[in-house]
């Protein structure tokens, strides 16, 4: 054994005394000591070293070293509106002045600029790293063992988990280098005919669902094949609950208004402040996929804590809204049995997904992609065997592979940067506060309705309206029979719950036309 390890270790040296003869005579540094120095190197690309950083990622900051900047100096008092001006570098721009603006250029080579990042009590970078890291675990253990959401919290917490381990760059987004920067006549620079970096495999799954509002969409596909509106149809008046329970919406919306004009402006990050609060409010519809949708196109940069707000609360109806339903009602009131619905023949249940678009479309075209999607689904399931194949593939295979899709793609937005902040926790209170809102202005409703009719509505029937499809119609049932054992109020519960996706989706329209 001995002479083997000579042996080798003699091959070794003359390898290396080759190398470093061939290395001197061409100026360079010999290959073996090069890939030393790489191996040596390596303890700084381990996550260990990443916790240790005090610094957001370059390219989120824009703040680069001087080694990897151009000379500044070289580039003082160019005009940047002058095409002849264009010059290489790979992360940002020298402006007239001379003043250097950091960034990056994206796939497309337009500049993404770099911004500062806050975390909460101004932790370094990867110590809020480290701190998402259980976080992200804790809602893995809410979904897995004490079945919260499951199917979205899962997914939406190991994207987080993903997003938030160091140096993996799964969020990283694609980078062109070494390209020639021109600039357009308002002064942003473009790059052409550079290099492109790939980027992360959660970056092209945001950029391809989020951002295009692509997977919200087959999500409500997916909802509508699995949405019966025979109880809507059978009780038509219950859409009154469903849009009393969007009170918990206009809440939230005027709360982060309040909020920004407190703490000012700049409190959602940059972000346009009734944007940000239109965003945030649609929180108090329960609706997570109309939030992710709403969002992504006014205030992408909120959409991790939005969206974990929204999913959140939605898992915790079982929590929240049975206190809520019994501090605002009597006994006598919960006891109230309603009768059976009527039987909702087939061509009522075609007709109404088409009659709902075509309002929709005259009233609120930009509310179109919601319910349009909603409808095709619900059509697709009342038309029969004759397209059974489509409504089973969208209720089945196809929300299954976006829940997963979607959920990774929220969670890639729990990165510390986004979510440890004094911004997170003020949407994630107002979310709390919004949606036990409008729990409460159903079971009101319900209350004023009994009023003035003849025929008596039980308010626990109202808390269904929130957009939590079934699982508020099945808290309100819940309660009933928790008062009264042979009181079933699912079917009844169902009317306002689908009439309260539909009221979100509205009010996601009417919220997008007015900021857009």
């Not at 990622?57 to 160019?78: L, N, S």
């Not at 021109?182 to 790939?198: A, H, K, R």
């Not at 940059?270 to 949708?293: F, H, L, M, N, S």
């Amino acid at each position: 054994m001995k002479r083997y390890l000579t042996a080798l270790l003699i091959a070794c040296c003359a390898f290396g005394a080759q190398a470093a003869e061939v290395g001197g005579e061409a100026g360079a540094e010999p290959a073996w000591r090069s890939t030393l120095k790489r191996v040596l190197d390596l303890g700084g690309d381990m996550g260990i070293s990443g916790f240790m950083k005090k610094n957001a990622p370059a390219y989120i900051t824009g703040e680069y070293a001087e080694a990897d900047r151009i000379d500044a100096h070289a580039m003082a008092g160019r005009d940047p509106h002058d095409a002849a001006s264009g010059y290489k570098t790979p992360n940002g721009y020298v402006d007239k002045s001379g003043k250097w603006i950091g960034g990056y250029f994206d796939d497309t080579g337009a500049f993404v600029k770099g911004h500062e990042v806050k975390t909460l009590f101004g932790m370094p970078y990867g110590v809020g790293q480290l701190i998402m890291i259980p976080l992200c675990l804790v809602m893995m253990y809410l979904a897995i063992v004490k079945g919260f959401e499951p199917l979205l919290l899962l997914p939406i917490g190991f994207g987080g988990l993903l997003a938030n381990c160091p140096l993996a760059g799964v969020t990283a987004p694609a980078m062109m280098h070494d390209g020639v920067i021109s600039f357009l006549s308002s002064g942003i620079p473009v790059m052409s005919g550079g290099i492109v970096e790939p980027g992360g495999f959660l970056y092209y799954f945001f950029k391809f669902g989020i951002d295009t509002g692509v997977f919200p969409i087959m999500i409500f596909m997916g909802v509508g094949a699995m949405t019966d509106f025979g109880p809507l149809i059978a009780n038509p008046k219950m859409a009154l609950l469903g849009g009393a329970a969007q009170f918990g919406i206009f809440f939230a919306l005027f709360g982060a208004l309040g909020l920004a004009a407190l703490f000012g402006a700049d409190f959602f990050g940059g972000v346009d402040p009734v944007k940000a609060a239109a965003a945030i409010g649609i929180i108090g519809g329960a609706d997570g996929p109309t939030a992710i949708w709403l969002t992504s196109r006014l205030a992408p940069d909120l959409l991790g804590a939005i969206a974990v707000a929204a999913y959140s609360y939605m898992a915790l109806v079982p929590i929240i809204q049975p206190p809520i339903m019994n501090a605002l009602t009597t006994k006598k009131e919960r006891l109230i049995k309603m009768p059976p619905l009527r039987e909702v023949k087939k061509i009522e249940k075609i007709c109404f997904p088409l009659v709902v678009l075509l309002l929709c479309a005259v009233l609120l075209p930009s509310a179109v992609p919601l319910i349009g999607a909603l409808m095709l689904g619900n059509l697709a399931k009342e038309a029969g065997t004759s397209v059974s194949r489509i409504a089973d593939t969208m209720s089945n295979a196809l929300i299954n592979i976006v829940t997963i899709m979607l959920g990774l793609s929220v969670g890639s937005k729990l990165a510390c940067e986004k979510f440890l902040s004094g911004t997170t926790l003020g949407i994630l209170a107002l979310g709390l506060c919004a949606f036990c809102v409008g729990t409460a202005a159903g079971v009101i409703m319900a209350k004023i309705m009994n009023l003035f009719s003849k025929e008596k509505v039980n308010p626990l029937i109202g808390s269904a309206g929130v957009s939590a499809v079934p699982m508020a119609a099945r808290v309100s049932n819940k309660v009933s029979l928790q008062n009264d054992p042979t009181n079933f109020l699912l079917m009844q519960a169902m009317g306002p719950n689908v009439s309260g996706v539909i009221g979100s989706a509205v009010v996601a329209g009417v919220l997008y036309t007015l900021c857009r």
